[in-house]
């Protein structure tokens, strides 16, 4: 019994030992500024979808803000090159990318919480 107590604590302790540094939050990062209206360009000349496009990259961008600081370090890096990478709709790429990441290190506290 003492043999797996001992067993439990050395495991316990080498997982925390290599998982530290990959939850390790990098050095903040700021809150990407995408120019709305390059993002939107595509609906150059056809006033109702460009007027649309912005209205909706306005609103993904106020939910961006708002969810900033809540993300994981590496989440908002990741989620910022991902959304860096789309053609259009960018903040809609980056909203929908740090819901997933909030979500994500929710779920890895309650995993580790019942783990304990």
Known sequence: MRMLAI?????????V???VPAMADPAPMGLPDF???????????????????????????????????????????????LAGQSERGKYEVLARCLRAAI???????AVGTIKQ
């Open 7 to 15: 067993f439990r604590v050395t495991s316990l302790a080498a997982m």
């Open 17 to 19: 030992a290599i998982s």
């Open 35 to 81: 120019p709305i209206e390059k993002t939107c360009s595509l609906f150059t000349g056809h006033p109702r979808p460009l007027a649309l496009c912005q209205d909706i990259e306005t609103r993904y961008r106020a939910e961006v803000t708002g969810s900033w600081t809540r993300t994981p370090g590496l989440g908002r890096e990741q989620c910022t090159k």
């Open 103 to 109: 979500s994500e290190a929710a779920w890895k506290d």
